[in-house]
């Protein structure tokens, strides 16, 4: 048989760890939660691996990001426009992700946290604790978040799971290695691109025993809750899937009309090749040639525009997954009874913001990002299994996004230019 491939690998765990958890659950055929600790050990193993990639993952993805930025002969004019475009569409995705969390609560039912229906340990004192310190705080709040950002100790701070401090530190470092003399500099760069690859490389392996990992985190909650998780599942699966049509219609739409001066639907037509390529594949790297084609023969944007702009964004500019990032957060949080002050708010936008552009090119890259928001505002990271059951749809739909973003950000720049050489 042909391998298959990880989406229909996780699918069909999901399904099998349905039946298996039904089957040990406390009405099943083989009696009260039988094999409950097997399915905990095994959902638990393949957590601890993602966890495991964090820390060097984060450091070496956003350093090696931000020296190739800041090392790229382009980066003048063009360079500016690009990035500026990147980071504020990034960040409206994140606030949509935020206001449409906020509205529609399906962390929530009936006013109560869905934790207990999604076997979520609501009583530990870990979980106690974050409550009462959020709780306690207000906006004054976010200036202790400045200064949680300068670490005394780098690696105490990554030691600790101080994730804001290590990215801030990944920043500078990233930034000033490429002010150093050219022979220094390019022995750093081609270390911590070598480090990046390699923790990517250690994050796929991980990944492939996501299907096993899945099917015990499912078949556990399942075992102890029956089907009672589904609902607050779908909730959330509709609640993300709106927020990311709303981004596409809407924001990209409105930024093509007028800074692009191109209508949405004929621009959205031309580049269906690439999207679909992009949703069916759920990478951005590996649809880049399509969307390059669309942009250039369809759309009729310049070779020097979109070899510099959808190159770039294929990088460092993720809207979807910045959004869902944010989304997945606050439900979690919603879900553990946690009410998050405007500061806590400021915290996750600002660490979604920039892990969408540190981790971008990395299967499961969502996942990682999800784990370092759920480390900075205290909740555990054991929650993310629950995403895995809904995360490859979603994961489809939020790389034609990510996609679709950059061929905004490409028709923009170009009509900027003064190019008219526009076929739409």
């Not at 089907?227 to 779908?234: E, I, Q, V």
């Not at 924001?251 to 004929?266: Q, Y």
């Amino acid at each position: 048989m042909p391998k298959l491939q990880l989406h229909w690998q996780i699918l069909i765990a999901i399904g099998l760890a349905a039946v298996a958890g039904w089957l040990s659950g406390p009405d099943g055929a083989l009696g009260p939660l039988v094999f409950s600790e097997a399915y905990d050990f095994v959902g638990t193993l393949f957590l601890n691996g993602l966890k495991m990639v964090i820390v060097p993952l984060i450091a070496a993805s956003i350093i090696s990001s931000i020296a190739s930025i800041g090392s790229s002969e382009d980066l003048g004019r063009l360079g500016v426009k690009t990035i500026s475009y990147y980071m504020a569409t990034s960040l409206v995705a994140i606030l949509v992700g935020l206001v449409f969390v906020n509205v529609v609560q399906p962390g929530l039912r009936n006013g109560e946290p869905v934790g207990a229906l999604l076997n979520l340990d609501m009583n530990s004192d870990a979980i106690a604790g974050t409550i009462a310190n959020a709780e306690g705080r207000g906006a004054a709040d976010i200036l202790g978040i400045f200064m949680d950002m300068v670490p005394t100790n780098v690696v105490q701070a990554a030691a600790d799971n101080q994730m804001l401090a290590l990215i801030f530190f990944s920043l500078l470092f990233g930034y000033f290695m490429t002010r150093i003399p050219a022979r220094q500099g390019e022995v750093l760069i081609l270390f911590w691109q070598g480090v990046s690859e390699t923790m990517m490389k250690v994050t796929m392996w991980v990944m492939k025993f996501a299907p096993i990992g899945v099917f015990g985190l499912v078949a556990d909650t399942v075992a102890n809750t029956g089907f009672a998780a589904l609902m607050p599942m779908l909730w959330f699966f509709f609640t993300v899937l709106f927020a990311l049509m709303f981004h596409l219609f809407v924001v990209l739409g409105l930024l093509v009309r007028i800074g692009g001066k191109v209508g949405p639907i004929k621009h959205l037509k031309a580049m269906l090749p690439g999207l679909l390529t992009a949703f069916s594949t759920a990478s951005s790297s590996a649809s880049l040639p399509v969307n390059m084609e669309c942009m250039q023969k369809n759309v009729g944007v310049s070779e020097r525009i979109s070899s510099f702009v959808q190159p770039l964004g294929a990088t460092i500019n993720m809207d979807g997954t910045a959004l869902y990032e944010c989304a997945a957060a606050l439900f979690l949080a919603q879900a553990y009874g946690l009410h998050l002050s405007l500061g806590t708010q400021f915290t996750v936008v600002f660490i979604a913001l920039l892990t969408s552009i540190g981790v971008a090119g990395i299967p499961a890259a969502s996942l990682v990002a999800i784990a370092v928001i759920l480390t900075a505002i205290g909740l555990p990271v054991e929650a993310i299994g629950l995403l895995l059951v809904t995360d490859r749809v979603l994961d489809m739909v939020r790389t034609s996004i990510n996609v679709y973003s950059d061929a905004c950000c490409a028709t923009v720049i170009a009509r900027s230019e003064k190019e008219d050489g526009f076929l739409i």
